[in-house]
């Protein structure tokens, strides 16, 4: 069992910067794949990336890629989103999660979720 616990969201103008920061407790950091996902009003929740145990490997959806980064600290069980150059439409609740693989995260789901937490970009 993992759970996870966001923090960092707020509000922020666009074209402004944010970190989110997922903690992680219960089965070793190290040994699961981690993710962002986002959930905008009245819209499905999307995954925005994903990171390997190990951190060596990531992936991004495209509308994400050049602008997010995700990277992990195991020896902290806590993993990152870097947010920059932020658009209105990365206005969302972003959830934490994990599971096997990248693999699984981005294909089957998660097995792991947080309860979220709130981003807006004002324009």
């Known amino acids: 069992q993992v759970q996870l616990v966001e923090s960092g969201g707020g509000l922020v103008q666009s074209g402004g910067s944010l970190r989110l920061s997922c903690a992680a407790s219960?089965?070793?950091?190290?040994?699961?794949?981690m993710g962002w996902f986002r959930q905008a009003p009245g819209k499905e929740r999307v995954l925005v990336g994903a990171?390997?145990?190990?951190?060596?490997?990531?992936n991004y959806a495209d509308s994400v890629k050049g602008r997010f980064t995700i990277s992990r600290d195991n020896a902290k069980n806590t993993v990152y989103l870097q947010m920059s150059s932020l658009k209105p439409e990365d206005t969302a609740v972003y959830f934490c999660?994990?599971?096997?693989?990248?693999?699984?995260?981005?294909?089957?789901?998660?097995?792991?979720w947080g309860q979220g937490t709130q981003v807006s970009v004002s324009s």
């Open positions: 990171i390997s145990p190990s951190g060596g490997i990531t």
């Open positions: 219960g089965r070793t950091s190290g040994s699961v794949a």
């Open positions: 999660a994990a599971g096997l693989t990248i693999w699984e995260i981005s294909s089957t789901g998660p097995r792991f």
